[in-house]
């Protein structure tokens, strides 16, 4: 085997700019001197020798075992990916932070390894309102079956959080989403953290929405940063996935990699694949994403069938300073309120032209929904409403289009 890591943990934390780790980082020469990792599809590794597979499986040489336990292309991008959440930032010695990362098969798949990787019979997850319905759904519905219970608390006041914390000793973990989707909700993490920490609790953070670009939950002290990687981080809408990224690396090579082979939560090296293709412009179109999302802000809180426009970098959105205070930009997510409500939504989604109406976010085009009609038509109307969810509610995650199509594009729709 030739030459090898361009970029390993060791030696690019701190030493190569951001845009040029979403290139590189994580990057290994083939063989065969292909330009990009070639897609590994073999579900399987051979071993040189018997010893050799005996110092593969004890984990005394490197090497690759079987498809569940990963592949040069999870590989590339769970390096890559613990370098952008960990860039810049130290540790207590001021050496360059280390952290690990795990490829999972969806962000539901991450979320999970790490609550059962860290969870026990018994214990209780202390986190806030408007987390995404999937995680919310796996701490009410799944996780009771096991008997781990939670505790929901406003994560504005922290003093109510501590509070909480003090009175139950069965709380050991807080659960963070910020921004949250689909509300833009925007919680302290700095001060989360600090709570959570003075009471040694596991502190993870969802930074599906914001991204490694706009925030880096590690240097508030989380333990555990979660991704959607189907969103922002690939960016083209070609696959799902998650990551998991971990601050004590021991425990992500033990306890936490023993789970996720054993939930068979893998990703693939197609999708990793395309995952780290994706990558690669993420910053360039982070930028882009974040300009355009603004002017489009701007230009909805004008317009006069507009109600509200809901975007962290309008200061008239309740959790404006908390997101600026821990977020580079306001990114690229935002929701308005129609004033003719529901038939307005349906009317307003039939005439788009440019942008598409499909669930999800950030991809490159630009994605617009109407949860009333649709990811929440089967929730009752006064139900909704108290989630935030009115009948003339859009979402959209502003693309990296021309910002003149977009905003064409919404005038016509708007008209
Ligand atoms: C904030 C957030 N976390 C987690 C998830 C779950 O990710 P996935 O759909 O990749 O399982 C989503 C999906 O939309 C999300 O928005």
Known sequence: MAKLMI???????????FDTLCIHGGHKAENNRAHLTPIYATSTYTFDSAEQGIAIFKGEEQGYIYGRFGSPNTNEVEEKIALLETYGLKDENG???QAKAILHASGMAAITTMLLANLKAGDTIITHHSLYGGTQEMIDKILPNLDI????????????VEAAIKADSSIKLMYIETPANPTLQCVDMEALTAVGKAHNLIVCADNTFATPYLQQPFKYGVDYIMHSTTKFLNGHGTAVGGILVGRDVNKMKTTVTKTHRLLGANSNSFEAFLLNNGLRTFALRMERHCSNAEKVAQFLARHPAVAKVNYLGLASHPD???????????????????????????????????????VSLGTCDTLISHPASTTHVGVKPEDRIKFGITDGLIRMSVGI?????????LTQALA
């Open 7 to 17: 970029l390993s943990m060791s030696d690019a934390n701190n030493s190569k700019g």
């Open 95 to 97: 050496n360059p932070l």
């Open 149 to 160: 219970r939670v505790t929901i608390t406003d994560f504005h006041n922290i003093a109510d």
């Open 320 to 358: 404006h300073a908390i997101a600026m205070k821990q977020m580079k930009h306001a990114g690229a997510m935002l929701s308005f309120e129609l004033k003719g409500g529901f038939d307005a939504g349906t009317q307003f989604i039939n005439k788009l032209k440019l942008c598409i109406s499909a």
């Open 401 to 409: 289009e021309t910002v003149e199509d977009i905003i064409n594009d």
